[in-house]
């Protein structure tokens, strides 16, 4: 079987298969490489690959807080964050790990560039410059604007992706994740810190007329406003993150016959949070499970894996995707901030959101019980709100 694509999806997915013993080849011909994305790893995430990855064999920043703000307030609150809830990574060394970790259970790791996967009897061939490969299985985990999508199933439509803008700011680092709620870009500013630099960023809907250009003038006033990554060495990057709607999580299509989709691939990303590594690596380990567990029917393995994905991830981030847009509204990010600089309550809830400890399924309830309970009902000031996160 192949993976294509050796990210964390990819490449935990080639772990898990080579481990039980199958013949996996890994295609990928730049992994480890640097990524512009957070870097955010949860303590959730990192539990998923402890058999394979020693924590403190990755080199991260081990997140003490989080500063929260939005433009509709001058408001500033600092959440602590528990011990272990979240590591903020360089992609380089994080997927090197996984990809290492792939390697030594067997999996073969060829630095080609995949240029048209095709099915075939019995599977799939898979052209790159040199050679033609041939696989019973594939993985698509090649990210947002996978190929294997492109030749095998539906690529994302705009409205399903969002551009992730900023820069890297290099030689300054912090122990503080930054986050400002902004309701034009509707979504947040963030300032991640990783060993040698910050990653500083700004995400919006592709769908949504913002040029990269554009967005990143935004960060750029967001940087000198507060402070954050100067002086630095400034790197400018943008990537396309799957933004799917809470209709598109509950149809999700992630697998087609011998065919999977893990990870970026299959959309899997928190439209809230926009944290996709948990995601890619449970999806990863669902779709070998599959794989390994159905191998003699391959129809069974794709609808098992589908259901699983539907009923577990689709069902948490469609939940997400509902409340997203009653989110990020001033009067809502205005009264949250509030919140958390008066309620140690509310603060451990937005904490363990952070941390990815806390479901979208019982944060209705969990705000109800704390408390200030009316500073949580006040949160529920939207109807909309309320339909969003009440609990299902």
Same mark, same amino acid.
């Given at each position: 079987?192949?993976?294509?694509?050796?990210g964390?999806?990819?490449?935990?997915?080639?772990?898990?298969?080579?481990?039980?013993?199958?013949?996996?080849?890994?295609?990928?011909?730049?992994?480890p /490489?640097?990524?512009?994305?957070?870097?955010?790893?949860?303590?959730?995430?990192?539990?998923?690959?402890?058999?394979?990855?020693d924590?403190?064999?990755?080199?991260?920043?081990?997140?003490?807080?989080?500063?929260?703000?939005?433009?509709?307030?001058?408001?500033?609150?600092d959440?602590?964050?528990?011990?272990?809830?979240?590591?903020?990574?360089?992609?380089?060394?994080?997927?090197?790990?996984?990809? !290492?970790?792939?390697?030594?259970?067997?999996?073969?790791?060829?630095?080609?560039? +995949?240029?048209?996967?095709?099915a075939?009897?019995?599977?799939?061939?898979?052209?790159?410059?040199?050679?033609?490969?041939?696989?019973?299985?594939?993985? &698509?985990?090649? @990210?947002?604007?996978?190929?294997?999508?492109?030749?095998?199933?539906?690529?994302?439509?705009? !409205?399903?992706?969002?551009?992730?803008?900023?820069?890297?700011?290099? @030689?300054?680092?912090?122990?503080?994740?930054?986050?400002?709620?902004?309701?034009?870009?509707?979504?947040?500013?963030?300032?991640?810190?990783?060993?040698?630099?910050?990653?500083? @960023?700004?995400?919006?809907?592709?769908?949504?007329?913002? /040029?990269?250009?554009?967005?990143?003038?935004?960060?750029?006033?967001?940087?000198?406003?507060?402070?954050?990554?100067?002086?630095?060495?400034?790197?400018?990057?943008?990537?396309?993150?799957?933004?799917?709607?809470?209709?598109?999580?509950?149809?999700?299509?992630?697998?087609?016959?011998?065919?999977?989709?893990?990870?970026?691939?299959a959309?899997? +990303?928190?439209?809230?949070?926009?944290?996709?590594?948990?995601?890619?690596?449970?999806?990863?380990?669902?779709?070998?499970?599959?794989?390994?567990?159905?191998?003699? !029917?391959?129809?069974?393995?794709?609808?098992?894996?589908?259901?699983?994905?539907?009923?577990?991830?689709?069902?948490?981030?469609?939940?997400?995707?509902?409340?997203r847009?009653?989110?990020?509204?001033?009067?809502?990010?205005?009264?949250?901030?509030?919140?958390?600089?008066?309620?140690?309550?509310?603060?451990?809830?937005?904490?363990?959101?952070?941390?990815?400890?806390?479901?979208y399924? &019982?944060?209705?309830? /969990?705000?109800?019980?704390?408390?200030?309970?009316?500073?949580?009902?006040?949160?529920?000031?939207? @109807?909309?709100?309320?339909?969003?996160?009440?609990?299902?």
């Amino acid at each position: 079987m192949a993976c294509v694509g050796a990210g964390p999806a990819g490449a935990w997915a080639a772990r898990a298969l080579a481990s039980r013993g199958a013949r996996v080849l890994l295609l990928d011909p730049s992994h480890p /490489r640097e990524k512009p994305c957070g870097g955010g790893v949860t303590g959730r995430a990192l539990d998923l690959v402890s058999g394979a990855l020693d924590r403190q064999a990755l080199p991260a920043v081990r997140v003490e807080s989080a500063r929260f703000t939005a433009s509709s307030t001058t408001a500033v609150a600092d959440v602590p964050l528990p011990d272990g809830a979240l590591a903020v990574a360089g992609r380089t060394e994080f997927d090197g790990l996984l990809v !290492d970790a792939a390697v030594g259970a067997g999996a073969d790791l060829q630095p080609d560039r +995949v240029s048209t996967v095709r099915a075939a009897p019995g599977g799939f061939e898979i052209e790159t410059r040199d050679r033609t490969y041939g696989a019973d299985f594939v993985i &698509g985990a090649d @990210g947002a604007n996978s190929l294997v999508r492109r030749r095998l199933a539906q690529p994302f439509r705009i !409205d399903q992706l969002s551009i992730a803008t900023g820069f890297f700011a290099h @030689g300054v680092t912090s122990r503080q994740i930054a986050l400002e709620f902004i309701s034009e870009p509707q979504g947040y500013l963030w300032s991640f810190p990783r060993p040698t630099h910050l990653a500083i @960023g700004v995400c919006a809907q592709a769908d949504a007329g913002s /040029r990269p250009a554009d967005l990143r003038n935004f960060v750029m006033r967001w940087i000198e406003r507060s402070g954050l990554g100067r002086p630095a060495r400034l790197e400018p990057y943008s990537w396309p993150i799957p933004s799917l709607s809470a209709t598109d999580f509950t149809h999700v299509e992630p697998s087609n016959g011998r065919c999977f989709f893990v990870g970026d691939a299959a959309g899997l +990303v928190d439209p809230i949070t926009r944290e996709g590594i948990y995601f890619a690596l449970l999806s990863a380990q669902w779709a070998a499970d599959a794989i390994a567990s159905g191998s003699e !029917d391959s129809s069974g393995s794709s609808r098992a894996y589908t259901r699983r994905i539907r009923d577990g991830i689709g069902a948490e981030l469609a939940r997400a995707a509902r409340l997203r847009s009653a989110f990020f509204r001033p009067g809502f990010t205005s009264l949250l901030v509030e919140a958390l600089r008066t309620s140690p309550s509310i603060c451990r809830v937005m904490a363990d959101l952070v941390a990815g400890t806390q479901s979208y399924k &019982g944060l209705g309830w /969990r705000l109800a019980r704390t408390f200030e309970v009316a500073l949580a009902a006040r949160l529920f000031v939207s @109807g909309h709100v309320n339909r969003a996160i009440r609990p299902r």
